[in-house]
């Protein structure tokens, strides 16, 4: 029988050794909060080999600096990929990089201004759950949102009802809310994403649907949780409530159109209630002329 060796992240990362959970890491401008990030990585301890995929987007601070200063001196699982132009402005998805560099069978990306708490071995728990049961396609535990200025106080962000496991079928028309990446490990099971994933900005709704041919997701309770920041120079919470009505209604296109291809005509159907925001606004609208040509 095999004797597990367990270690940190910060430990594993000099090992050169096959990796058999890769961690991605996505940073821009994250001077601020990259330290608590990666700190939340680096003490996870684990049985076997970790990777470092880190993504940073062309930086313009000390986010790289502070990164390189918390690495071990001999990283050979470690992987750089520092842009030298930022990409996001070139709408390419960051999100997605990490499962296309990944070696690990198990795959989790944390955003540069999130981070992990709870219980150090988070990563071992759900991929010892996925090696002894081949069904997962991948686990998620609890998320708690909170905002630069109040940053002690921890909110709930995943629903009470969405803290159990969710069948492949469910994932399959998308009843499922607020399953954040940065709480998922993945199987490394996808390296081709369609291309109605690249042209929508909801990544963390789309993947479980994509994951959703591969088994069900199970919601692992006692393995702390995903701290999510909110601030105004986040990507998403950064934009207009104009702009975000207007992604909302991109992703709900895209997913539509993905599914109708895949043949999925119950997924679809179901997604119609997304489309609600340009309806209201069309309403609106025909409405408002109706009143100008009765008034003219």
């Not at 949102?145 to 069948?167: C, G, I, S, W, Y």
């Not at 492949?168 to 994403?193: E, Q, T």
């Not at 041919?213 to 120079?233: V, W």
Request: net charge negative; hydrophobic share 35%; glycine share 4%.
């Amino acid at each position: 029988m095999k004797t597990r060796t367990y270690n940190t992240v910060y430990d594993w990362l000099g090992e050169d050794a096959t990796p058999k959970i890769s961690i991605g890491l996505l940073t821009f401008n994250h001077e601020k909060y990259i330290k608590k990030a990666l700190c939340s990585v680096l003490e996870q301890v684990c049985s076997e080999p970790v990777e470092l995929i880190i993504h940073d987007d062309c930086s313009t601070d000390e986010t790289r600096q502070i990164i390189e200063s918390m690495l071990p001196s001999h990283a050979p699982n470690v992987r750089r990929l520092y842009n030298t132009e930022n990409q996001h402005s070139q709408n390419i998805k960051i999100g997605i990089i990490p499962f296309l560099h990944a070696k690990g069978q198990y795959i989790t990306v944390l955003d540069g201004d999130d981070f992990w708490s709870g219980d150090i071995y988070r990563l071992e728990k759900m991929s010892r759950a996925m090696d002894q049961e081949p069904e997962i396609a991948f686990c998620f535990t609890d998320v708690k949102k909170f905002d630069n200025n109040t940053p002690n106080e921890r909110l709930p962000h995943l629903p009470q009802a969405m803290k159990r496991n969710v069948p492949s079928y469910d994932l399959s028309i998308l009843n499922y809310s607020f399953i954040h990446i940065g709480a998922s490990l993945f199987r490394n099971v996808v390296k081709h994403f369609p291309d109605h994933f690249y042209l929508q900005h909801h990544g963390d709704t789309f993947l479980p649907l994509i994951w959703s041919e591969f088994g069900y997701a199970k919601f692992i309770e006692d393995a702390g949780e995903l701290n999510y920041r909110i601030h105004q120079k986040g990507i998403y919470n950064g934009q207009s409530d104009q702009k975000k009505i207007i992604q909302r209604l991109i992703f709900a296109c895209q997913v539509t159109s993905y599914l109708l291809e895949k043949g999925n005509i119950e997924g679809a159907v179901y997604q119609s209630w997304r489309f609600e925001p340009l309806i209201n606004a069309y309403e609106k609208t025909k409405f408002k002329k109706q009143r100008d040509a009765q008034n003219s």
